[in-house]
């Protein structure tokens, strides 16, 4: 497992990002507490999605796929955490949710892509 801790800290860093800007573009601040509050629902869906998808894809799992990894990370940090976040009290509005699922899909599954064309073009050129 411990090859995939990349991949597990760049998740989370992403989603700390994602929290960051949106605390931001919101004039909030940009305290530890804040963030964290802002953060925690997403990273725990997060969790849950690599959880899942180690167990499910356990004899085949690679948390540098995009595809399935990238897209259950995607969705179980969303809806995981847009879960969380409604059971806690906090909003989720339909204009968050749209953003929250571009800019988690776009990270999440993003840098997974270009991380597969990086690896195909070094095993082509050899």
């Known amino acids: ?9 760049l998740d989370v860093i ?8 949106g605390r931001s573009s919101h004039d909030e601040a940009l305290d530890l507490v804040g963030l964290a509050g802002t953060a925690w629902p997403f990273l725990g869906g997060l969790t ?8 499910l894809y356990r ?3 690679d948390a ?9 990370l995607w969705a179980s940090a969303l809806v995981g955490g847009m ?12 204009a968050f949710i749209i953003v929250a ?3 988690l899909g776009a990270v999440l ?3 997974r892509v270009i991380a597969q064309a990086v690896i195909r073009r070094r095993v082509a050129t050899g």
């Open 1 to 9: 497992m411990r090859k995939y801790a990349p991949a597990l800290v």
């Open 14 to 21: 992403l989603v700390v990002v994602f929290a960051a800007v």
């Open 48 to 55: 849950i999605g690599w959880f899942l998808t180690a167990w």
């Open 59 to 61: 004899d085949k799992f």
């Open 64 to 72: 540098y796929a995009a595809v399935p990894t990238g897209l259950i």
């Open 83 to 94: 879960l969380l976040r409604s059971l806690s009290g906090q909003g989720t509005a339909t």
């Open 101 to 103: 699922t571009l800019f």
């Open 109 to 111: 599954i993003g840098w």
